[in-house]
């Protein structure tokens, strides 16, 4: 039985993933109708079935190297469907089922050996299949093909006081990610070892966004009406290796050359009810990538290794993309719409050229004590142009004629924008760790990094004397800026008996960020009516983080795990003409316990709880010149589990599950003047499972699980009670 989890797959697919599904479900109908194929195998190594932890011995498992796993199940949802589905990962009130698992190993004539992997689950939209044929001292062909499913919520945001909650019309939103490839390789001894893969990667679906359109309520405009993603991605990718050891050093060289493409959409409705309120933004990209990277590895002695690698990697992107407004999501621009700003004809491309060079060298100065000083240096070049078309309901373009603007109907309206960035990065690390006392691990490490780059940005009217629409389309602006970063980890592990171990670490962040705006067309005076993008002059942040864990075995058969974390992070930020301020403070503290304890062979039992105590504030937050404006972000929550299986006998197991999720961060009060924010949810599962073994080779299985879910932070809206029941044979051969 596969567990609950993220699924997979749908839709209108390329003849290619379609010829790959419908190969994955005839091979597991082969497996399944022809299982003899098996019968000359030699076994070569033992699968047994994974459990949390087992409570009988499954004798006799190792005599069967191949596998079929068949299962069948159902949801029930009372409530709202998207949110089981985000939550659970299942389709809600369907019936899934199929080959959950096969397994099928053939040894086949001088010494190559066949293995076939695979799955198949109806509804589930879970679909796999691997074949590796491979001889250790020749080489191995592989190929596969995979594709999951992964569920979205498209509720969107809700506003108490006029319990206003404005999901998508169907809110049921889902993902298809799904991966085909090919491997061959040649590892013949004493030669280089050769290896190249091709694979296929696409993602293909809706997801939802929290980029929220704007809704009148009685309190004013709110950002809270939802929205969603089409996506449609696919990317193809070449790679090939060689590598080979000559004397004490492993060498290494990889090629890779990727193609991908993205026609991507956000989708959302401005002031739902009123003309043409439905926004398209389309984003595509066509990408082609190339690195080379390469590396070795010589090692003087099990404690002298000097290691060094360089990659070089360039990436040539064209994009497109428009924001139109119309009376249905993906209209034709029509220049009578007259809505909010939008664009058309977006054009350009972007060119990055980087380059990144390792060397660490580890060694042993004296006994119990290594040390690895390592140093990683890069440099990045990105150039990119763009053009395109801007409109805004109430600005003209036209000649601009003394302050007095006349439309022109020779005026494009095209902007032209271009941008460059260089910047060069140095980061070297030190790390040494000392064994020279008994039953003690200590270790300390800094590491340091260095950034020096410069950016320029320009958006222009390419019109003479023409005015564009909007008029802040016209932006310069150069910036030098300097970073800094350096970070210092001390830690130690004790081993005082073989039944105690306790393991803390602290370490310390800094990191810093200084601007130069040598060229800003927008001033920052106090007349300014836009001080963006060139504002800020420095950002710097602090943290502090220190955690120590606890494993201790108090009785042969009880282990108890503690586990404390504490950070705090500052960050303090000062903008053009102002002084320094602390933008902003989080506190986090994380506290956790489990315990494992088999009281008679036959039984376990297990417990967990974890604690989260987790603070942003903000200047803003604090302000009483705008009280309730913006909230501090709360993120305190706990989560506890009981899980308990006993052996009812030699053949029958039974296992129950229980787990608590509590938040309680949602501050509703500021309704009149913002949209509150904060998790309060609270959430209940229950499951209780049955194995029986009815051979050495034959087994089954039960599962029910039952779901009770409140969400106060959509209203309410997002609630659910399910139930799950779901059943497996297993059969070994």
């Known amino acids: 039985m596969k567990p609950l989890q993220n699924l997979r797959a749908v839709g209108g697919r390329s003849l290619t993933v379609m010829a790959c599904r419908s190969g994955v479900l005839l091979a597991l109908l082969a497996t399944l109708t022809f299982p003899a194929l098996a019968d000359e195998a030699k076994p070569t190594e033992a699968k047994p079935e994974k459990k949390s932890l087992p409570v009988t011995l499954d004798e006799g498992d190792a005599d069967f190297s191949n596998w079929v796993n068949l299962s069948l199940g159902g949801a029930s949802v009372d409530g709202n469907n998207g949110a089981f589905q985000q939550r659970v990962g299942l389709p809600a009130n369907s019936v899934f089922g199929g080959v959950s698992d096969f397994h099928l190993e053939h040894s086949l004539t001088n010494k190559w050996l066949l293995k076939l992997d695979g799955h198949g689950l109806f509804d589930y939209h879970d679909y796999g299949l691997k074949l590796d044929l491979t001889r250790e001292d020749r080489g191995f062909l592989r190929a596969g093909y995979s594709e999951s499913r992964t569920y979205y919520n498209g509720s969107g945001g809700y506003l108490p006081g006029a319990d206003l909650w404005l999901p998508l019309n169907d809110n049921e939103l889902f993902l298809d990610r799904g991966s085909a490839w090919v491997e061959g390789g040649l590892t013949l001894p004493g030669w280089p070892t050769l290896r190249v893969k091709y694979t296929h990667d696409f ?62 959409s956000l989708n959302l409705q401005q ?68 809505r909010g700003p939008g664009y ?194 420095s950002n710097d942040s602090f943290t502090h983080d220190a955690n120590i864990r606890l494993t201790w075995r108090v009785l042969p058969n009880l282990t108890s795990v503690t586990r404390y974390d504490y950070q705090i992070s500052t960050v303090e930020t000062r903008a053009d003409l102002l002084s320094t301020v602390e933008s902003a403070d989080l506190n986090t503290h994380i506290l956790s316990q489990s315990l494992t304890w088999s009281p008679v062979d036959r039984l376990y039992l297990q417990g967990s709880i974890s604690y989260v105590l987790d603070e942003l504030t903000t200047p803003v937050s604090d302000s009483s010149a705008t009280p309730g404006l913006v909230q501090d972000a709360q993120n305190d929550y706990w989560f506890a589990t009981l899980g308990a299986g006993y052996a009812l006998s030699q053949k ?76 497996g044979l297993q059969y070994r051969f």
């Not at 704007?214 to 990317?235: A, C, H, M, W």
């Not at 398209?280 to 090692?299: I, R, Y």
């Open 344 to 537: 058309i004809n977006l054009s350009g491309n972007s060119q990055l050229n980087q380059q990144v060079a390792n060397l660490s060298f580890m060694f042993s100065p004296v006994k119990n004590v290594v040390i690895v000083p390592a140093v990683q240096i890069q440099y990045q070049e990105v150039d990119g142009v763009s053009l395109y078309q801007p409109f805004n309901p109430g600005v003209v373009s036209g000649i601009n004629l003394g302050g007095i603007i006349i439309p022109d109907p020779n005026a494009t309206g095209l902007v032209s924008t271009d941008t460059s960035r260089r910047q060069t990065t140095v980061a070297p690390r030190l790390e040494a760790r000392y064994t020279g006392v008994t039953n003690w691990l200590f270790y300390v490490r800094g590491e340091w990094e260095v950034d020096d780059g410069d950016l320029s940005e320009n958006s222009r009217p390419i019109d003479a004397n023409v005015i564009a629409a909007p008029a802040d389309t016209a932006l310069s602006r150069t910036t030098d800026y300097q970073g800094f970063l350096q970070k210092y980890v001390v830690g130690a592990n004790w081993y005082p008996t073989r039944k105690l171990t306790l393991a803390g670490q602290y370490y310390y962040q800094q990191r810093s960020r200084d601007y130069d705006n040598r060229v800003d067309s927008t001033p920052n005076d106090a007349t300014s009516f836009n001080r963006y993008p060139a504002y800020l002059r």
């Open 652 to 727: 029958t197991d039974v296992t129950a599950d229980y787990s608590y999720y509590r938040a309680d961060n949602y501050q509703s009060g500021n309704y009149q003047v913002s949209v509150p924010y904060g998790a309060s949810a609270r959430e209940h599962v229950v499951s209780v499972g049955l194995v029986q073994r009815i051979s050495r080779n034959l087994r089954c299985s039960v599962r029910y699980a039952y779901f009770h879910s409140e969400d106060e932070t959509s209203g309410g809206n997002n609630n659910f009670d399910a139930h799950v029941v779901s059943a």
């Open 271 to 338: 002031f739902p009810g009123t003309p043409n309120s439905y926004v398209t933004q389309k984003e595509g990209t066509e990408s082609d990538l190339f690195n080379v990277h390469a590396w070795s590895s010589t090692w003087f002695d099990k404690k002298t290794v000097l290691s060094a690698g360089y990659g070089y990697t360039h990436l040539d992107t064209d994009l497109t993309g428009s924001r139109i407004y119309g009376d249905q999501f993906d209209p034709v621009y029509d220049p009578a719409v007259l």
């Open 203 to 264: 993602r293909d679906g809706q997801k939802d966004s929290t980029i929220w359109g704007q809704v009148n309520t009685p309190y004013g405009v709110r950002g809270i009406n939802s929205s969603f993603y089409n996506l449609d991605e696919k990317r193809d990718t070449i790679e090939g290796e060689i590598t080979h050891k000559i004397g004490k050093t492993d060498l290494g060289l990889k090629l890779t050359y990727e193609m991908a493409n993205r026609d991507n």
